[in-house]
């Protein structure tokens, strides 16, 4: 089994063999080639987030649009409700003032307005302000409604926050669930727990590969105890509730457990890697069941000897197992994105840029924010896009699709056009291919 797939783009592999002697390729990632916008940043103040719990049990983070979305497209987090249809919330007002707190509950299929009002009796401590949401008495078990929240602060008239809601049948199912999630992710960190583990997994040769990008539940047991990689957890895991079922034959809980890991190369050089791990658990009469599973892994990559070579872009562990580039007519130029990160290379002249850095420290992040290149010209240049959701900057809390230019010469970016959209970046990747194209020199 391999530590890693290394994506290598055949046409840089090409190009590379024909350039005489050893090729060093130089980083370029100065501040000059970043947004423009990206200097407003640190003016602005960042928007207040919402962590929302089941008990003590953390189930979902929240960011704020200020924008309307899709409801029906918004759904990275459920929020599972208690019997005593209490919901504990914490904001983190990220220096924001808060005048109100209201909530909006709709029906699922119609979209009919189910309830709404104004949560009272808060106060901010240290930028923290604790509440509890209080459902509805009329909503029902086991159905699922949305459920927004609309903060109004002082600077923003108001943010909105999505998700769905939905009332239990017991107030254990959903901590023993992720318990449970969580030991058996711990287990496959643990050898000795290999047993456990395979008592889980239904591996099938049909599906079998040897990238650690991605493991599921067909996989075998080796890819998904991580053997001979050896990694080690970095941070806290931090859960996200994503779907809730509640029948007559049990219920099922879908959660997403992310953190980081950091192991070492066979160069001795220590890398991190941003991991989202979906665990769907079926509890009947008391037992815990694994339905689903999978893992995502994506190096956080860095440009530096270790991953570029004179014939290869190691890409490392990654979910995607092939690239998308662009190369420019001359075949001087290569472009292309890995995880949210732009970067453009000077193949004759040995440098390579980055015009645009996500920086995701997390796999939600990834999944809300996306890039993807157009086209580079004979001389450098690049347009590409980011699509998705906007945390800061000019277009905090928006969401839609920027279109960048890239100035090789310069080593600036700028942004030329922002078009809105109620739709999350998962459905914009389906749609790409109809919303992006590259013409007589246009976007």
Same mark, same amino acid.
């Given at each position: 089994?391999?530590?890693?797939?290394?994506?290598v783009?055949?046409?840089?592999?090409?190009?590379?063999?024909?350039v005489?002697g050893?090729?060093?390729?130089?980083?370029?990632?100065d501040?000059?080639a970043?947004?423009?916008?990206?200097?407003?940043?640190?003016?602005?103040?960042?928007?207040?987030?919402?962590?929302?719990k089941?008990g003590?049990?953390?189930?979902?983070?929240?960011?704020?649009?200020?924008?309307?979305?899709?409801?029906?497209l918004?759904?990275?987090?459920?929020?599972?409700?208690s019997?005593?249809h209490?919901?504990?919330?914490?904001?983190?007002?990220?220096?924001?003032?808060?005048?109100t707190?209201?909530?909006?509950?709709?029906?699922?299929?119609?979209?009919?307005l189910?309830?709404n009002?104004?949560?009272?009796?808060?106060?901010?401590?240290?930028?923290?302000?604790?509440?509890?949401?209080q459902?509805?008495?009329?909503?029902e078990?086991?159905?699922?409604?949305?459920?927004?929240?609309?903060?109004?602060?002082?600077?923003?008239?108001?943010?909105?926050?999505?998700?769905?809601?939905?009332?239990?049948?017991?107030?254990?199912?959903?901590?023993?669930?992720i318990?449970?999630a969580?030991k058996?992710?711990?287990?496959?960190?643990?050898?000795e727990?290999?047993?456990?583990?395979?008592?889980?997994?239904?591996?099938?040769?049909?599906?079998?590969?040897?990238?650690?990008?991605?493991?599921?539940?067909?996989?075998? +047991?080796?890819?998904?105890?991580?053997? /001979?990689?050896?990694?080690? %957890?970095?941070?806290? #895991?931090? !859960?996200?509730a =994503?779907?809730?079922?509640?029948?007559?034959?049990?219920?099922?809980g879908?959660?997403?457990l992310n953190?980081?890991?950091?192991?070492?190369?066979?160069?001795?050089?220590?890398?991190?890697?941003?991991?989202?791990?979906?665990?769907?658990?079926?509890?009947?009469?008391g037992?815990?069941?694994?339905l689903?599973?999978?893992?995502?892994?994506?190096?956080?990559?860095?440009?530096?000897?270790?991953n570029?070579?004179?014939?290869?872009?190691?890409?490392?562990?990654?979910?995607q197992?092939t690239?998308?580039?662009?190369?420019?007519?001359?075949?001087?130029?290569?472009?292309?994105?890995?995880?949210?990160?732009?970067?453009?290379?000077?193949?004759?002249?040995?440098?390579?840029?980055?015009?645009?850095? +996500?920086?995701?420290?997390?796999?939600? /992040?990834?999944?809300?924010? %996306?890039?993807?290149? #157009?086209? !580079?010209?004979? =001389?450098?240049?690049?347009?590409?896009?980011?699509?998705?959701?906007?945390?800061?900057?000019?277009?905090?809390?928006k969401?839609?699709?920027?279109?960048?230019?890239?100035?090789w010469?310069?080593?600036?970016?700028?942004e030329?056009?922002?078009?809105?959209?109620?739709e999350?970046?998962?459905?914009?990747?389906?749609?790409?291919?109809?919303?992006?194209?590259?013409?007589?020199?246009t976007?």
């Amino acid at each position: 089994m391999k530590k890693k797939t290394t994506v290598v783009v055949s046409v840089l592999a090409v190009i590379l063999i024909a350039v005489a002697g050893a090729i060093v390729f130089k980083s370029h990632q100065d501040n000059t080639a970043q947004n423009n916008n990206q200097k407003e940043e640190t003016k602005m103040k960042k928007l207040p987030t919402i962590t929302l719990k089941y008990g003590d049990e953390v189930i979902g983070k929240l960011d704020g649009y200020t924008m309307a979305m899709d409801e029906s497209l918004m759904r990275d987090v459920i929020v599972p409700i208690s019997t005593s249809h209490k919901v504990p919330m914490a904001i983190k007002t990220q220096g924001n003032r808060i005048k109100t707190v209201k909530y909006e509950v709709k029906e699922y299929n119609n979209n009919s307005l189910v309830d709404n009002g104004t949560i009272e009796d808060w106060k901010e401590n240290g930028g923290t302000i604790d509440l509890t949401y209080q459902a509805s008495a009329i909503m029902e078990q086991g159905k699922e409604y949305f459920l927004k929240f609309i903060i109004e602060t002082a600077s923003d008239h108001e943010v909105y926050y999505y998700t769905r809601a939905t009332i239990l049948n017991g107030d254990k199912i959903v901590p023993n669930q992720i318990k449970f999630a969580k030991k058996f992710s711990e287990n496959t960190f643990n050898e000795e727990k290999s047993s456990d583990v395979a008592a889980y997994l239904e591996p099938n040769s049909k599906y079998a590969s040897d990238s650690l990008g991605q493991a599921t539940i067909r996989s075998t +047991l080796g890819m998904v105890i991580w053997k /001979t990689f050896r990694p080690k %957890k970095i941070s806290d #895991v931090v !859960v996200s509730a =994503k779907d809730i079922y509640i029948k007559d034959t049990g219920e099922s809980g879908t959660y997403t457990l992310n953190y980081q890991i950091e192991a070492t190369n066979a160069q001795k050089v220590k890398e991190k890697y941003n991991v989202a791990e979906t665990v769907t658990v079926w509890t009947f009469k008391g037992k815990n069941y694994i339905l689903a599973y999978n893992r995502e892994v994506n190096q956080i990559w860095d440009c530096n000897e270790n991953n570029v070579g004179n014939s290869f872009i190691d890409l490392g562990i990654q979910k995607q197992t092939t690239t998308v580039y662009k190369e420019s007519s001359n075949q001087q130029y290569i472009a292309y994105e890995i995880n949210g990160d732009v970067y453009v290379m000077d193949i004759i002249g040995k440098n390579i840029k980055s015009p645009y850095k +996500l920086k995701a420290k997390s796999s939600e /992040t990834l999944y809300k924010t %996306k890039a993807k290149v #157009v086209n !580079v010209d004979d =001389k450098g240049n690049l347009t590409f896009i980011i699509y998705g959701y906007s945390t800061s900057g000019y277009h905090r809390g928006k969401n839609g699709i920027s279109v960048m230019d890239y100035n090789w010469e310069k080593n600036t970016t700028t942004e030329i056009a922002f078009i809105p959209s109620d739709e999350p970046s998962q459905i914009l990747t389906n749609e790409m291919k109809d919303l992006c194209y590259k013409g007589d020199g246009t976007v």
